[in-house]
Each structure stands twice: as C-alpha cells, then as structure tokens.
C-alpha cells in the first residue's frame, strides 16, 4: 500500500517536475520579448508578397499590431488590377462571376472569414468585420454580401475588361484544369515597372503571417480562389485550419495552391500542430505536403500546394509539391527579400 502511495507522490512530483517549466516558459514567452527570436517579421506567398510585405511593414515597423499590418498588407494584391487570382481583379467563375474567399485571424484565436463573395472588392476588410462585429467566424454568398453592404461597403461590379476577355477565352473550351503556378504577364511587367526582382512569375493566393517582438502573431488569407470554378465553389483559403491558422502559443501557417486538397487534410492547422510538437516551421511544412501527397499520391502529381509557416521566434519555412513556390520575407534588416520554396518535385509544372 505504501509503495503504491509513494509511487504515486513520486510521479505526481515527477509531472509537476515536468509540467511547472513548460507552463512558465510558456507564460514568460508570451509576456515578453521571444528569447532568441529575430524581432518582427512579416512573410508571405508569391513575389506579389513583396508590396504586400512593404505595406504591412508600414504597421508592424512602427510597432503597429500584427492584425493591423496583415490587413493592410493583404489590401494591396486585393486592389491590383493586374492580380487576377486575388481581389477586384480577379478572374471568374465558370458563369463569369467574381466570387472572392478571405479570412483573418489574430493569434489569440479570435477570426472571420468570407467565402464566395460577390461585389466587395476588399474581401479581407470585410473579413475583419465578421471577426469584429459578429459573433460569427464565417459568412458566406448572399449573406456575406447583405452584412457587407450593412457594413458601408460598396457594392461593384468586379469582373474587368481584362478578366471578362479570358472568361471568353475560356469559354471557347470551357476545359477545367486547376493550373500549379498560373502566370501572370502583366502582373510580372508591372513588377518590373516598379523596380521589383524580375524572372519568370507564379503565384495565386496571398497568404500573409506577421509576428511582432513579442511573438503576438495574425495572418491573412485572400483569393479569388480557383479561375473557371463550379459557382460557389469554397476553397481553403477563408476556412480556418486549412488556408490559415495563427496561434501565438506556437506561430502560424498559410497555404496556396489547389484547396481542396489543404482543406481535406486541415493543412494549416496541421502545420502549426507540427510546430508545436517542435517540428521547426521548415520540417512542419514539408511534413504536411507529404501528408497531401501521400493521401491520394496519382491525383497530386500535377497539382501545385504550398505551405509557408511562421513561428512566434520569428524563424520561417515553406515547402510546396512542385517546384515554383516563391515567398516574401521582410523585417527590419531588408524588406523585400524573395526565397525561392524547395519543392517535393523538381520540375515546374505549368
Ligand atoms: C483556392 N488556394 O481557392 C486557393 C487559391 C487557388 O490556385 O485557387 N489557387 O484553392
């Protein structure tokens, strides 16, 4: 009996032993600067991330908070005429509607989101509201619309001169193909135009995470989603745990790249899991791809996923199934660095 009762003194010792570090670190870490943490840092998918970092570093390098900085820096892909995958520019459904997918989350777990939104060009700004007005997470289609406008939105018509020309393109063939790296001509040209690093350019989504010194993360999430989609059509991008997930206990996580399969394997969430678990943000990313890869192998050998990750010290990671994944990097050393992902496969496919 004795024995019994010392064993279980000495384990209870043993799990306090293990337990109380962890709980103070944990509570030390996030009252303060991170240990060892590089300062803040904003990143995100695609070369457009550049401006999109540049803007938000406008918030973050003053101090500002990481919600704040992600907004910002997300509303500049959303307003560029030459981005069509993300925001006012962005190319149609099948039936030549623009319907745009966005979340927001604040490390603490507070968020919103929207999906397939029609009329508002700045989807993440309404994200924002759902988030802070609502005691919703996420609205979508007509209901999104209805609470935009109550909000003072204006209501636009989306689809450009440009984007309805390809829908017509399109339409000649009407072929379905979610494309891994879309390329974007006018969208490098304009890059090129403002003194931005030239090569050949990929992107769609934009995701966005930014951490401050003190390890408090948000990110953001924004697209137009898949060109040429069903009608309403969600993708992983406003759905919390697949497109984007932020937790200031650990960092956060972003993907790009074909949706449906983030969202059947809660990529984002996933990551930031991995993290925690002490996985570094590179290993998390890679670990995830794998897991997409390994679930339907012949499906996504063509297909195109990327996921970036940040973690509250600041250190980041990507990793994408093909060659071609590009991410932004800005802190107060440089601000517009590009990194190229390495890849599961080393070709790029188009
Ligand atoms: C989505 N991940 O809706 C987003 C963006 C996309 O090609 O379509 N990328 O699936």
Not at 206 to 213: S, Y
Not at 314 to 325: N, P, V
Request: glycine share 12%; with cysteine; aromatic share 6%.
């Amino acid at each position: 009996m004795n024995n019994r009762r010392d064993f279980l003194k000495t384990s209870l010792l043993a799990t306090s032993a293990l337990a109380l570090p962890r709980l103070s670190q944990a509570a030390v870490a996030l009252s303060g600067t991170v240990p060892g943490g590089v300062g803040a840092r904003v990143v995100s998918t695609w070369d457009f991330g550049i401006p999109a970092n540049q803007a938000a570093w406008t918030v973050l390098g003053k101090g500002g908070k990481p919600l704040d900085a992600v907004e910002t820096g997300v509303l500049v892909p959303e307003a560029d005429l030459h981005n069509h995958s993300v925001g006012r520019a962005g190319y149609p459904d099948r039936d030549g509607k623009v319907t745009l997918d966005a979340s927001i989350m604040d490390g603490d777990g507070r968020c919103g989101a929207v999906a397939a939104l029609e009329h508002i060009a700045h989807p993440i700004k309404v994200a924002r509201k759902v988030m802070e007005d609502t005691p919703h997470v996420l609205l979508v289609g007509d209901g999104a619309l209805e609470f935009a406008l109550q909000e003072g939105f204006t209501k636009e018509d989306l689809l450009t001169p440009e984007s309805a020309k390809a829908w017509h393109e399109w339409l000649k063939q009407a072929k379905y193909t979610p494309v891994a790296n879309s390329e974007n001509i006018d969208y490098h040209r304009s890059l090129q135009s403002l003194g931005m690093p030239g090569g050949k350019n990929n992107h769609d989504t934009i995701g966005m995470l930014a951490v401050d010194a003190n390890g408090h993360l948000a990110g953001a999430c924004t697209t137009s989603g898949m060109a040429w989609k069903l009608h309403g059509r969600v993708g992983d991008s406003p759905l919390i745990g697949a497109g984007l997930y932020v937790d200031n206990e650990v960092g956060g996580a972003t993907s790009t790249g074909v949706g449906e399969e983030v969202i059947r394997n809660a990529g984002s969430f996933l990551v930031v899991e991995l993290m925690r678990q002490g996985r570094s943000p590179q290993e998390a990313c890679e670990e995830a791809v794998r897991r997409i890869v390994k679930k339907r192998p012949e499906a996504t050998k063509d297909m195109q996923v990327g996921f970036l990750a940040l973690r509250r010290d600041g250190e980041c990671g990507a990793f994408a199934i093909q060659k071609g994944f590009t991410y932004a990097v800005c802190d107060a050393k440089q601000q517009d660095r590009l990194v190229a992902s390495p890849s599961l496969y080393q070709t790029t496919y188009t």
